[in-house]
């Protein structure tokens, strides 16, 4: 679940999405020493958010470099060349 008051970090960049997830990160480690579970289910949920926009950020940048996601996994041996 995103957290409904983070609004507008769509036009944040990836760099400035890690290092707010860092910090974040960072808060939540705290929040858990300090057993504050109102905190950290809030936290929870900002940083859901800030990961959808970080992977749909790498989504696209995926796409505009033409990288597949997909990997073909073979027996050592069955490897063909192209020449045969």
Do not use: C, W
């Amino acid at each position: 679940m995103e957290h409904p008051f983070v609004n507008n970090i769509s036009g944040k960049t990836m760099e400035e999405l890690s290092n707010d997830l860092s910090d974040l990160t960072k808060k939540l480690g705290f929040a858990y020493r300090m057993q504050n579970g109102p905190l950290i289910q809030q936290l929870q949920m900002v940083m859901e958010s800030y990961k959808a926009e970080y992977n749909k950020k790498m989504d696209e940048m995926f796409k505009k470099q033409n990288i597949k996601n997909n990997v073909s996994v073979e027996k050592e041996g069955e490897i063909k060349s192209k020449n045969t």
